[in-house]
């Protein structure tokens, strides 16, 4: 009990002096002046007077209709219950009329929060101590509500700055104005890494969960396209514990023959999964199973599942909307700690996974060769189901749909995938 009050006193000691920290004013109105004669949407949900005179017991007519902060000062005073001085100051700011450039009508903003601008401006002020020290670049603070791509929030938050600000600041102090901190500064704005540095990240075990689980998928995607058997085989396990149901498919792909058969077992196993991404994005984690396509035009419903894509587009996606005359792709240059042979394996990746085309093409032509093959392997019906589907939209070129299609449903005229892919798209 005595550490649990500890920890009560230590929160409302710092909601406190938050409190008293953050600036602003009480404006109990619309930007458009609800109070305009003939306006009716003004809302009744704050009383008229000023909220030192509420709080002193002043009540006047008590509405139902009250936003529960002030109806939550109303029975406090009806139940005989002072509201002090302090008390008042650490509610303010949740008073919903209290106006600050972070919270108004327009809805929140919490970059313009005090706090988020002292900790941003913490963070450059130890990046503006390193010599030779690159831009602040712009960083993108914002993520994608999972559901209603037009709604976000905040993904970098104040403490992501102090915290690197502090790590700089001790980097400072125990090397100096070094190459290496130089270099570590110039790693925290660089995007380039080869998968075997990408593979070591995500064997690291005080990575978050969600963080893996997402680097987890793009390493073996990957390898996969780059045909990098080795990093397949020893991240066999983790596949198999994510995606249980795919684990007899994984281990066929390892334990037979290399060639086309191996390409095509992992190309089905793959098409099954459109959430086995080949880029990371800002968003850790989905609402759709990684079975379900993100993409509203391949999906059953309107929902969009923020920013995921469906497999890859390219690698990155921009090369994909570059060959389709949309900008242009620009290499981030490798980060300065990656050895010679590191950055020369960057390379050659960087060229292999241009020339690879979007999953939707890629994946369809390495199932379909097999089909050629095999046109009976029990193990195509899924994969050619969700190939079709995946041609409907999106970042595709020219995918043979109605092939995939035709083989389905002359090979497979009973199962059940067949049965749901009722048509096909040109």
């Known amino acids: 009990m005595k550490s649990a009050r500890c920890i009560l006193l230590a929160l409302f000691a710092a909601m406190a002096s938050a409190a008293l920290a953050e600036s602003g004013k009480r404006e109990c109105r619309f930007p458009e002046d609800p109070s305009y004669p003939g306006n009716i949407f003004e809302p009744p949900a704050w009383p008229m007077t000023d909220l030192e005179t509420y709080s002193q017991g002043r009540l006047g007519v008590i509405k139902p209709t009250y936003d529960h902060f002030y109806l939550f000062i109303?029975?406090?005073?009806?139940?005989?219950?002072?509201?002090?001085?302090?008390?008042?100051?650490?509610?303010?700011?949740?008073?919903?009329?209290?106006?600050?450039?972070?919270?108004g009508f327009y809805g929140y903003e919490p970059t313009a929060e005090d706090k988020f601008q002292s900790a941003l401006s913490e963070w450059q002020r130890a990046r503006a101590k390193?010599?030779?020290?690159?831009?602040?670049?712009?960083?993108?603070?914002?993520?994608?509500?999972?559901?209603?791509?037009?709604?976000?929030?905040?993904?970098?938050?104040?403490?992501?700055?102090?915290?690197?600000?502090?790590?700089?600041?001790?980097?400072?102090?125990?090397y100096g104005q070094s190459p290496q901190v130089l270099d570590w500064v110039k790693a925290q704005d660089n995007e380039g890494l080869p998968l075997d540095e990408l593979a070591q990240i995500a064997a690291m075990k005080k990575l978050p969960d969600k963080f893996r689980r997402e680097l987890t998928l793009v390493v073996w995607t990957r390898a996969f396209v780059l045909e990098r058997w080795d990093v397949l085989r020893r991240f066999a396990p983790r596949i198999k514990h994510l995606i249980p149901e795919a684990g007899r498919l994984v281990d066929e792909m390892l334990r037979g023959p290399g060639g086309n058969r191996r390409r095509a077992f992992g190309a089905m196993l793959i098409a099954r999964y459109p959430g086995m991404v080949g880029n990371m994005s800002d968003k850790i984690t989905y609402s759709v199973a990684l079975d379900e396509f993100a993409q509203v035009n391949v999906r059953r419903s309107m929902a969009q599942d923020g920013e995921r894509e469906n497999w890859w587009c390219?690698?990155?996606?921009?090369?994909?909307?570059?060959?389709?005359?949309?900008?242009?792709?620009?290499?981030?240059?490798?980060?300065?700690?990656?050895?010679?042979?590191?950055?020369?394996?960057?390379?050659?990746?960087?060229?292999?996974?241009?020339?690879?085309?979007?999953?939707?093409?890629?994946?369809?032509g390495l199932v379909m060769a097999w089909a050629r093959t095999a046109p009976r392997d029990p193990r195509l019906p899924e994969a050619l189901h969700m190939l079709v589907r995946s041609s409907r939209g999106g970042c595709i070129r020219q995918p043979d749909s109605g092939a995939m299609f035709r083989h389905l449903h002359t090979y497979f005229p009973g199962n059940r995938w067949t049965k749901i892919t009722k048509v096909h798209y040109q």
Request: glycine share 4%.
């Open 74 to 103: 109303a029975y406090r005073s009806l139940a005989g219950l002072p509201i002090t001085q302090n008390d008042m100051e650490r509610l303010r700011p949740h008073d919903p009329c209290w106006y600050t450039d972070a919270r």
């Open 130 to 174: 390193v010599g030779a020290v690159p831009e602040v670049p712009t960083i993108d603070t914002r993520s994608s509500h999972p559901e209603y791509s037009f709604v976000e929030f905040l993904n970098c938050h104040a403490d992501a700055f102090r915290n690197a600000a502090t790590v700089l600041d001790n980097r400072l102090s125990a």
């Open 314 to 364: 390219g690698f990155p996606s921009s090369v994909f909307w570059a060959q389709m005359g949309y900008g242009t792709v620009m290499d981030e240059p490798p980060p300065k700690f990656l050895s010679p042979k590191s950055i020369e394996a960057l390379r050659v990746e960087r060229q292999q996974l241009r020339r690879t085309s979007n999953a939707t093409d890629y994946l369809s």
